[in-house]
Antibody, heavy 115, light 110 residues
Framework: EVQLVATGGGLIQPGGSLSLSCAAS????????MSWVRQAPGKGLEWVST???????FYADSAKGRFTVSRDNSKNTLYLHMNSLRGEDTALYFC?????????WGQGTLVTVSS | NFLLTQPHSVSESPGKTVTFSCTRTGGSIASNYVQWYQQRPGSFPTTVIYEDDQRPSGVPDRFSGSIDSSSNSASLTISGLRTEDEADYYC?????????FGGGTKLTVL
């Protein structure tokens, strides 16, 4: 069974940094297409970043230059390193994977950027 | 770049059929596959339709998807509505490697 568990969220001041983790089970992170999607309070879904199995990475304009997606194959875990955080980055961050063209989601981790 | 536009909300009675639209502005709806996600209150999204009209195992056949090139839109239809279908529904497609989401439609079953 595919499972994704995102952790690492919390309250952070504007300009700060935070790293999110997404522990995967039931499949191999390094062999699959993995993404981060966020949802601001009361708002819709917004794509943040994707890493392909070959290692290519892609970012939404809002994340470029500030966020970095990576993975640790030994831990079967996906990461999102976030710098220069802004109030508009406040959201529930979900990780997702695509297996046989079906997207599987995990529960999110809440990031709140506020002074 | 393109946009996906969804109606903000839809209401329907139990047992009825409802259809959600997802209209693409910029390019053809047939250019990239469309997915539909269901997000119940307080939960994470789940896939109910992928690749325009495919249903993952475990999703009831009351859910169906289609695309219409004449209106440049995708549709999600739910028949035999149940109260547990009450949720937000999002369409999503790809713009090269980027994901594009519609704004979501809130379904109320009353």
């Amino acid at each position: 069974e595919v499972q994704l568990v995102a952790t690492g969220g919390g309250l952070i001041q504007p300009g700060g940094s935070l790293s999110l983790s997404c522990a995967a089970s039931g499949f191999t992170v390094s062999n699959n297409y993995m993404s981060w999607v966020r949802q601001a309070p009361g708002k819709g879904l917004e794509w943040v970043s994707t890493i392909y199995s070959v290692g290519d990475t892609f970012y939404a304009d809002s994340a470029k230059g500030r966020f970095t997606v990576s993975r640790d194959n030994s831990k079967n875990t996906l990461y999102l390193h976030m710098n220069s955080l802004r109030g508009e980055d406040t959201a529930l961050y979900f990780c997702a994977t695509r297996i046989s063209m079906i997207t599987f989601w995990g529960q999110g981790t809440l990031v709140t950027v506020s002074s | 770049n393109f946009l996906l536009t969804q109606p903000h909300s839809v209401s329907e009675s139990p047992g009825k059929t409802v259809t959600f639209s997802c209209t693409r502005t910029g390019g053809s709806i047939a250019s990239n596959y469309v997915q539909w996600y269901q997000q119940r209150p307080g939960s994470f999204p789940t896939t109910v339709i992928y690749e325009d009209d495919q249903r993952p195992s475990g999703v009831p056949d009351r859910f169906s998807g289609s695309i219409d090139s004449s209106s440049n839109s995708a549709s999600l239809t739910i028949s035999g509505l149940r109260t547990e279908d009450e949720a937000d529904y999002y369409c999503q497609s790809y713009d090269t490697s980027n994901w594009v989401f519609g704004g979501g439609t809130k379904l109320t079953v009353l």
